[in-house]
């Protein structure tokens, strides 16, 4: 099976900075496009960022400018600096994955969610 952490939450003020990081673990053969959603209270869940094996990467309108995701192939982790960080970003921000991997008797590819990690940004 494959697990996906989250670390680096938390309660930052308006303007400042927070990096989200997110491990995968598990029989893993590789990983294809991770990526970061978010939600906040009472509204849809949102994509918030992208990249793929080869580091193309693609962002929320909302984000630009202020987020930059990145991985770690070696690692299996991806990452998100936030910056320049605003009321509206506070939200669960949740990782995701599309991993292949090795069960005993076959290759498997399936999307893992991570359980989440709240960002709070105080006005």
């Known amino acids: 099976q494959v697990q996906l952490v989250e670390s680096g939450g938390g309660l930052v003020q308006a303007g400042g900075s927070l990096r989200l990081s997110c491990a995968a673990s598990g029989s893993i053969i590789s990983i294809n496009d991770m990526g970061w959603s978010r939600q906040a209270p009472g509204k849809q869940r949102e994509l918030v960022a992208t990249?793929?094996?080869?580091?193309?990467?693609n962002y929320a309108d909302s984000v630009k400018g202020r987020f930059t995701i990145s991985r770690d192939n070696a690692k299996n982790t991806v990452y998100l600096q936030m910056n320049s960080l605003k009321p509206e970003d506070t939200a669960v921000y949740y990782c995701t994955a599309y991993v292949w991997w090795r069960d005993p008797n076959k290759v498997v590819g399936n999307d893992y969610w991570g359980q989440g990690t709240q960002v709070t940004v105080s006005s």
């Open positions: 990249i793929t094996s080869s580091g193309s990467t």
